[in-house]
């Protein structure tokens, strides 16, 4: 039952993340938008799922994974602004606004897989 809880708490949340657009209205770009999403997903389950292999604290694995999120967000945030400021010249400026879209994603599915993971048995 656990493996289930793993995978559907991150796949829940990204349908409802593309259903309501959020991503978009928290500043990816509109063709990327839905892309990031399932893209971030897929990685964060693998980062979640080795995370769970070697051992790492549910609670370690979750603080980091949160505070990840968070800085991919800003870097994906300041991506953009100088994107836009540059009036999309800046190459290096959008990559850090499109591959930190798809990180702020991946560290939020596996901070929501963690939360479904299983402990380990204790021998």
């Known amino acids: 039952m656990s493996k289930i809880i793993f995978i559907l708490i991150p796949l829940?949340?990204?349908?409802?993340?593309?259903?309501?657009?959020?991503?978009?209205t928290l500043g990816a770009h509109p063709f990327w938008a839905d892309k990031v999403i399932w893209i971030?997903?897929?990685?964060?389950l693998g980062l979640a799922w080795?995370?769970?292999r070697v051992r790492l604290p549910q609670g370690a694995?979750?603080?980091?994974?949160?505070?990840?999120?968070?800085?991919a967000y800003m870097?994906?945030?300041?991506?953009?602004?100088?994107?836009?400021?540059?009036?999309?010249?800046?190459v290096m400026a959008g990559r850090f606004w499109f591959?930190?879209?798809i990180a702020t994603?991946?560290?939020?599915?596996?901070?929501?897989?963690?939360?479904g993971r299983s402990s380990p048995p204790d021998h």
């Open 40 to 44: 971030g997903l897929v990685i964060g």
């Open 61 to 71: 694995t979750l603080v980091l994974s949160v505070l990840l999120a968070i800085a």
């Open 12 to 24: 829940i949340a990204a349908a409802a993340a593309q259903l309501t657009g959020i991503t978009q």
């Open 99 to 101: 591959f930190g879209w």
């Open 75 to 90: 870097l994906a945030r300041a991506g953009k602004d100088a994107f836009a400021a540059s009036y999309g010249e800046a």
């Open 105 to 115: 994603c991946a560290f939020t599915a596996a901070a929501l897989a963690t939360l």
């Open 50 to 52: 080795i995370a769970g």
